[in-house]
């Protein structure tokens, strides 16, 4: 038995068998030579069996999608026939007497970085192939595999670290918990096991190469502990306090259908967030008054290509659809930081958090943003919905979105209007939210991006947690004057950041006036209840 201390993601307790996640992508080192013909045997080899897998895939996809889909695999066998992307990696082996896997990794960041640079879309595509199927060559040459995931059975998690494309791609239908060696509470993958509900500890104390598949595995969110292979009793102990969790949140229940209301009669819109239409079912089972946050660029990301229009309208109107007349706020492409997308081919920044992300890179990729606001506009009439752009700082911005909604609203012409809304969740909008409560039709307070940039503290860093305070009155004084600015111009202002699920604060909130809280489905009814009983 062993206990890994950790930082806990959500109040919540989990126990189950351990499934070890193997990053598809593998740290590579360079390590030095002796003999370099058996090097590239070794490297001969490595191309046999990635070209053998992508022969296989290649005839697979034929059989269960099309040839449309299947041809990808035969563009990477391509690549991994080119005579230039092979003497790239062959010559500094030979060179520079270095193991085939880090002359693979070299060849990669060229060759990504060559595609990424050309002027044409189709071709800055091919850069995410390139690092695909360089991976694969990597994971193949260190023998891991194909590095595909499979869960055959509910499970917990158990990894050095996941990316928000590599959660939003499990099973969730199959996680029991997480637990992690990296990350932080305030990343977007911790964000991800919230809304999914799921016991989660990041940041733990453990070698991941000690951890079995099928072992047994205990996580206690309130402790930030996870117990490995724990013994009889402690299992035991485990089992009432599973208990207790199911009786209590079955006790919840009794806040269905209760309106969100308190004491004083102050009427508080608790809807919440969601990265998919597959977190309806835990929306509507948990009653929300609609969805504060629908994170579109989890549609985005975990992918080779960007979605395309008829796939995000089919998407949006299915959440608009099943949430019938309430309000859905989608919010339009927020990727960046760690939110990433290879094929975007975007340049590597020194400080991504505030590069070219959300809203920006929008602007600067108006392909992208017309064809999510043409599948936007189109899906309007299926519902009541508000659009929302995130992370802005400006009227200019503004002003630069209106032009291209316009000519989109012009060609689509939808039969009914969505509300517009923004994020407020930089200090620069928070200060003139006063003049941006003139143009828009509500605010939302996004408070995990607000607190990074109010304290100039990065939100995904592992050291900061004692730092990084949401609390901190400077954070606070922000919400304030942005919800006092709202109720000035008449407009409604919500907080959808992961403080508006913090009970410590619901009564603060409501002091200053808020109107809307929008958190993950599993907090939905936990703070219905801290706000009926609010006085
Ligand atoms: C926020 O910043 O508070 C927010 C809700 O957006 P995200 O967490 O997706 O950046
Ligand atoms: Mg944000």
Redesign the pocket.
């Known amino acids: 038995m062993q206990e890994f201390r950790g930082k806990s993601v959500i109040d919540k307790i989990a126990m189950g068998e351990v499934k070890v996640f193997k990053n598809k992508k593998t740290e590579v080192k360079k390590t030095l030579i002796e003999d370099v013909s058996l090097e590239i045997v070794r490297l001969e080899e490595g191309l046999k069996a990635s070209t053998d897998q992508l022969s296989k895939l290649y005839k697979k996809a034929l059989e269960s999608v099309s040839e449309n889909d299947a041809e990808i695999f035969e563009v990477h066998k391509m690549m991994l026939e080119d005579d230039g992307f092979l003497n790239a990696i062959k010559d500094r082996i030979k060179e520079e007497n270095v193991c085939a896997e880090y002359a693979v990794e070299c060849a990669k960041s060229e060759y990504a970085k060559l595609f990424a640079n050309m002027d044409d879309e189709y071709m800055q595509a091919r850069a995410t192939d390139v690092k695909d199927v360089s991976d694969r060559l990597i994971n193949n040459l260190l023998n891991k595999g194909e590095g595909d995931f499979e869960l055959k059975k509910p499970s917990v998690i158990v990894a050095y670290d996941l990316s928000p494309s590599e959660t939003v791609s499990l099973d969730k239908s199959k996680i029991l918990g997480i637990l992690t060696v990296k990350g932080s509470t305030n990343s977007?993958t911790a964000?991800l096991a919230r809304t999914m509900g799921v016991a989660a500890i990041v940041s733990a104390d453990f070698n991941l190469e000690n951890v079995k598949d099928g072992e047994t595995i205990i996580l206690d969110g309130f402790e930030s502990k996870a117990i490995y292979e724990p013994d009889d009793s402690l299992i035991s102990l485990y089992k009432e306090k599973l208990e207790k969790q199911s009786k209590d949140l079955e006790s919840l229940k009794s806040f269905i259908g209760k309106e969100t209301i308190t004491k004083t009669g102050k009427k508080i819109n608790l809807f919440a967030?969601i990265g998919a239409p597959s977190d309806l079912p835990s929306v509507l089972s948990n009653d929300a008054e609609g969805i504060g946050?629908f994170?579109s660029e989890f549609l985005y990301i975990g992918k080779t290509e960007a979605p395309s229009e008829e796939e995000q309208f089919n998407a949006y109107k299915e959440v608009l659809e099943k949430m019938g007349d309430k309000p859905v706020i989608i919010r339009t492409l927020?990727i960046g930081a760690d939110k990433k997308a290879d094929y975007l081919g975007l340049k590597d920044e020194e400080n991504p958090a505030m590069g070219l992300r959300a809203i920006r890179l929008c602007l600067t990729n108006k392909d992208i943003f017309k064809t999510q606001l043409r599948a936007l506009l189109r899906a309007s009439e299926y519902g009541n919905l508000h659009i929302m752009y995130?992370m802005i700082t400006s009227g200019s911005e503004l002003d630069k979105i209106d032009v291209i909604y316009k000519e989109v609203l012009n060609d689509v012409k939808p039969k009914k209007l969505p509300k517009i809304g923004i994020?407020i969740?930089t200090p620069a909008a928070a200060i003139i939210s006063d003049k941006l409560a003139k143009r828009v039709d509500f605010f939302s307070i996004?408070?995990?991006?607000?607190t990074q940039y109010t304290l100039a503290m990065d939100r995904q860093g592992e050291n900061l947690d004692e730092f990084f305070d949401p609390h901190h009155e400077a954070v606070l004084q922000l919400i304030r004057i942005t919800i006092d600015n709202a109720h000035k111009e008449g407009i409604w202002a919500g907080i959808?950041?992961?403080l508006a699920a913090d009970e410590s604060l619901t009564h603060e909130f409501i002091k200053m006036g808020v109107d809307e809280l929008s958190v993950s489905p599993a907090k939905l009814l936990d703070l219905r209840k801290a706000i009926i009983s609010e006085s």
Do not use: A, S, V
């Open positions: 977007h964000i967030n946050l994170r927020d995130p994020m969740e996004g408070t995990n991006d607000l959808c950041g992961e």
